[in-house]
């Protein structure tokens, strides 16, 4: 099946620092999503991108869909101790039989110390 | 706001029982999803259903079967749990396809199978 790679598995920063994570395929992906996910609950949207080229922001959250389809990244600015999760990037090929399967990145784990 | 409920946050089962693993949504989506979630290998999706009664296998389907009699419930069966299978298992609906609408995740139910 399609593979995700997302990198760096993990990082560990200081608070207000900025931070930079990328997801890379060997697929063309239609969308590009990223979740977060804290502590003990499930995954939560942050930031979904439909065009390649698409630079799109959400507070400190800035994320772009890759001119070549492949590639999507995600930039947090100047961090703060809430921002400590599991980061997982997901793609979408709306194409063939996967009826919207999402394909899930391995997940980037931030360490945010105050 | 939409909420995915599952019925354990935490199960200890044996090897070679049988294991139901619920989860309802109240938000009448037509899409539900089963995840497992692994560290390093991200979330890995075992089955899906577009509507009720209706199933599709996912990445990793073996050793699982899914029920979906009412639109609102999907539930997730292991039919003889074995210790490969301790993981996070993570619940989802989304009112259309899994990129062009967001995925809703439960909080997840960790099972230790020993």
Known sequence: ?114 | DVKVTQSSRYLVKRTGEKVFLECVQDMDHENMFWYRQDPGLGLRLIYFSYDVKMKEKGDIPEGYSVSREKKERFSLILESASTNQTSMYLCASSLGPGGSSPLHFGNGTRLTVT
């Open chain 1, 1 to 114: 099946g399609q593979q995700l790679n997302q990198s760096p598995q993990s990082m560990f920063i200081q608070e207000g620092e900025d931070v930079s994570m990328n997801c890379t395929s060997s697929s063309i992906f239609n969308t590009w999503l990223w979740y977060k996910q804290d502590p003990g609950e499930g995954p939560v949207l942050l930031i979904a991108l439909y065009k390649a080229g698409e630079l799109t922001s959400n507070g400190r959250l800035t994320a772009q869909f890759g001119i070549t389809r492949k590639d999507s990244f995600l930039n947090i600015s100047a961090s703060i101790p809430s921002d400590v999760g599991i980061y997982f990037c997901a793609g979408l090929n709306a194409g063939g039989t996967s009826y919207g399967k999402l394909t899930f990145g391995q997940g980037t784990i931030l360490t945010v110390h105050p």
